[in-house]
């Protein structure tokens, strides 16, 4: 099964951490949430993995499907935690720029 996360997952799955509805905190400002895909639901569905600080900014660093990945690695989390830790340090300016190069993609909530 190929993971298609759209956007609007994303979204939605921001919504409800902001809710406090996370599914895992994995210590170093990244969090795991449940995505559900159509016909198999969130539990058998697919994962992704932000960077936050929480209510401040959100970053999707990894999405994987429950079916081809249980879970990170601990050398992954170590690499994941890296990734947060830099990109929470972005200014505002290092992050349009970002966008500017297509290097970081925005998603917006354009409802709130």
Known sequence: MKCNI??????????????GLIDAD???NVYKKRIGMPGVGKRSGARMIVATQLM??????????KNEKS???GDE????QEVAKRLLHLSDNDIDIAISANEMK???N???
């Open 6 to 19: 759209y956007d609007q997952d994303l979204l939605a799955a921001i919504i409800e951490m902001d809710l």
């Open 26 to 28: 994995l210590g170093g």
């Open 56 to 65: 401040k900014r959100w970053f999707f660093i990894y999405g994987f499907a």
């Open 71 to 73: 879970n990170v690695s």
């Open 77 to 80: 989390l170590i690499y994941l």
């Open 106 to 108: 925005e998603v917006r």
């Open 110 to 112: 354009d409802e709130q």
